[in-house]
């Protein structure tokens, strides 16, 4: 069986390499020197920031294990990071329209290196209060970084085509190709070194160090509403109303929610599905795989979106569908393929067929990131736009939580169906996102404002 992994491994690398050397000129965009100078600032501190964040995933229960903690009290911490995530990081997140979005990106390194400092500490009390700084740090990565980009590229003058290409390479580089160096990073430390399982969480605060550096150095600030008259909740109350004046917003919120509830049920889940009866799987290798096969999705989304067509509303609906069929290899291999009885040894023949179909989720993943930024940069409107993808992680999080705490109430094929049936759902409404995305964008804040006279305008 290890020659399964690595024929599917070698694959993959080579189809992302053969992806990669093929472009061709109607694949390729052509930019100016400063776009370039650009795109590769932000590229190296994203990546520099999601390395920080790849280097703590492998070892955050392994670490809490070992200072003696039973699966319980592990599974209250992840709620805790989750549920902080949700509160607190939605409104540390939404500050930074207002207090400025280079700001929140400091805010981020500085909270995920204290996060990374408790983990010294065998205390409960102390990785509790780690749990809710990685939380707040979550939100702050997935909203403040392309806030700031997607405002600085417009405030420089850049064409909008050019932010597909910004968007792809950072998903190929931080989803992919560092997520597989920091796996092989983190294991050099942990085992070939023997520094002990805290030693990837002191690497990724200093990779959170050198980028915020640069960050200073850098970047300059911008922001959505500025107007110093605004509080919070009329913050809040403004990305509400336009969520629910524009469809296609709402639309764009529900479908992230369903995707990405669904990605992260199936990070859970992928271990014991491969591992039914304990079979001694390589982990660190699978998620090698699996990484590029998100950079081979990431690849394709890069080809994708340098052409006027498809759209990326139309191709993302087949993407969807994919990703639901691909779902649904664990439950067909439970009927069809007799499980094994035997504990421990190999990975079985049906885990082999599952492992392909993961392999297909993760290329899906791979071309969902990129594609997902694109139309969030086309929809969301820049005043409130890290208030509102704030908002769009709100309900993701609250299945999070629910999932981890229940999640051996249900067998996993259920939850493979679950996970499936909303992929389906989502590409359902990705259709109807499709036939109005042609109509005029969001109306003006003051006509939304003549109908809610509550309603403040988001530009003074």
Not at 34 to 53: E, P, R, T
Not at 100 to 115: D, E, K
Not at 430 to 441: N, V
Request: glycine share 8%.
């Amino acid at each position: 069986m290890e020659l399964f992994y690595f024929v599917v491994f070698g694959a993959l690398g080579a189809v992302v390499a053969a992806l990669e050397l093929s472009k061709t000129s109607k694949d390729r965009t052509n930019t100016s020197p400063a776009f370039n100078s650009f795109k590769n600032n932000y590229l190296l501190v994203y990546s520099l920031m999601m390395a920080g964040d790849w280097l703590q995933g492998p070892y955050v229960y392994y670490l809490y294990s070992t200072y003696g903690f039973g699966k319980g009290e592990i599974g209250q911490l992840f709620i805790a990071g989750f549920g902080s995530s949700m509160l607190f990081g939605t409104i540390v997140g939404s500050l930074a329209d207002k207090q400025g979005r280079r700001r929140a990106c400091v805010t981020y390194c500085i909270t995920y290196i204290l996060s990374c400092i408790t983990k010294h500490s065998p205390e409960y009390k102390v990785l509790m209060i780690g749990r809710v700084l990685g939380g707040i740090a979550t939100s702050l990565l997935f909203s403040a970084f392309e806030s700031w980009l997607v405002a600085e590229h417009n405030k420089r003058g850049f064409e909008q085509q050019w932010l597909s290409l910004t968007f792809s390479k950072a998903i190929f580089l931080g989803n992919g190709l560092i997520a597989i160096l920091s796996g092989l990073f983190g294991n050099l430390l942990v085992d070939s070194l023997s520094l002990g399982p805290v030693a990837p969480f002191d690497a990724a605060a200093c990779f959170l160090a050198i980028g915020m550096a640069i960050i200073l150095s850098s970047w300059t600030e911008n922001y959505g509403d500025a107007s110093e008259n605004k509080d919070l909740l009329t913050q809040f109350r403004g990305a509400a109303v336009a969520i629910t004046s524009d469809e296609k917003i709402a639309l764009l919120g529900a479908i992230q929610s369903l995707f990405e509830g669904s990605m992260y049920t199936f990070v859970f889940l992928w271990t014991p599905a491969l591992s039914p009866n304990d079979e001694e799987i390589p982990h660190g290798f699978i998620f090698a795989t699996f990484m590029l096969a998100s950079m081979l999705g990431s690849s394709l989304a890069s080809r994708l979106m340098a052409r006027s067509s498809p759209r990326v509303e139309s191709y993302m609906q087949i993407v969807f569908v994919i990703s639901s069929v691909s779902l649904v290899l664990p439950i067909i291999t439970n009927f069809l393929v007799a499980p094994s009885k035997v504990k421990g040894g190999r990975i079985s023949f049906a885990g082999c067929l599952q492992l392909l179909g993961f392999c297909t989720f993760e290329a899906c993943v791979g071309i969902f990131w990129p594609s997902i930024m694109k139309m969030r940069s086309q929809y969301i409107p820049e005043e409130a736009r890290s208030t509102i993808m704030n908002f769009f992680r709100i309900p993701l999080n609250i299945f999070v939580c629910i999932l981890l705490y229940n999640v051996n109430a249900f067998p996993i094929t259920v939850m493979f169906g679950m996970c499936s049936i909303f992929l389906f759902v989502a590409s359902i409404l990705q259709r109807r996102l499709m036939a109005i995305s042609d109509k005029p964008k969001m109306e003006s804040w003051t006509a939304m404002t003549e109908r809610d006279p509550e309603a403040e305008p988001l530009n003074d």
